[in-house]
């Protein structure tokens, strides 16, 4: 139980294109999904927090018009990178999180992460 | 804010020794701390947590130890196998119903020689 899927696992696109990533929480509701930047040999950095039908929380210093995040449903969310550029080359990392009734302490689950370069 | 250590950044162990690998959090307020195991070109899996109310919990190979007082704890792995060569991250989390954000430690590459 408690997969999370992300789609595409790699993508290459040149400067100035958008490129969508998705999210999936598989066999569970995931009423909050966070979206990760990770160098290598670096820990993750937290970029936003979304919850369903809302709009996302970014962290400080992440432009939100350029990681356009929507979270439409129980069970996906997608990050944008739009006009992408080689300094957004990452790994990019989502994660979900269940909820219970109590809303507490509630475990993040992760996908696999996309590797995107941008030439 | 809660920041969190973790050390050391990278570890050799022989196959069938132990691995222990320390976090350390600032704000007394968290109260859940999960451990993820991540390989290369892959996200994270969680593999134990553990919740401020509880001083140590096992499962197999694996331990983790919380000390609320000095507001650390550890990740210990017993009998050690190449295949739990990874980076290794520890986290600690308030577990508010506000998004539950989670501070990770820096990472530990740990390598198990066979």
């Known amino acids: 139980g408690a997969v999370v899927s992300q789609h595409p696992s790699r993508v290459i696109c040149k400067s100035g294109t958008s490129v969508k990533i998705e999210c999936r929480s598989l066999?569970?509701?995931?009423?909050?999904m966070f979206w990760y930047r990770q160098f290598p040999k670096q820990s993750l950095m937290l970029m936003a927090t979304?919850?369903?039908?809302?709009?996302?929380?970014?962290e400080q210093g992440v432009e939100k018009d350029k990681f356009l995040i929507n979270h439409a449903s129980l069970t996906l969310s997608t990050l944008t990178v739009t006009s992408a550029h080689p300094e957004d080359s990452s790994f990019y990392i989502c994660?979900?999180?269940?909820?219970?009734?109590?809303?507490?302490?509630?475990?993040?689950?992760f996908g696999p992460g996309t590797r995107l370069l941008v030439l | 804010g809660e920041n969190v250590e973790q050390h050391p950044s990278t570890l050799s162990v022989q196959e069938g020794d132990s691995a222990v690998i320390k976090c350390t959090y600032s704000?007394?307020?968290?109260?859940?701390f999960p451990w993820y195991k991540q390989e290369l070109g892959k996200g994270p899996q969680l593999i134990i947590d553990?919740?401020?109310?509880?001083g140590e919990k096992k499962d197999q190979r694996i331990a983790v130890t919380l000390n609320k007082t000095a507001k650390h704890f550890s990740l210990h792995i017993t009998e050690t196998q190449p295949e739990d060569s990874a980076v290794y991250f520890c986290?600690?989390?308030?577990?508010?119903?506000?998004?539950?954000?989670?501070?990770f430690g820096t990472g530990t590459s740990l390598t198990v020689i066979p």
């Open positions: 979304s919850n369903e039908g809302s709009k996302a929380t970014y």
């Open positions: 553990i919740r401020s109310n509880v």
């Open positions: 704000d007394s307020a968290s109260n859940y």
């Open positions: 994660s979900a999180t269940p909820g219970d009734l109590a809303g507490i302490w509630e475990t993040q689950y």
């Open positions: 066999d569970f509701q995931a009423t909050t």
């Open positions: 986290a600690a989390s308030k577990g508010e119903n506000t998004g539950n954000q989670f501070y």
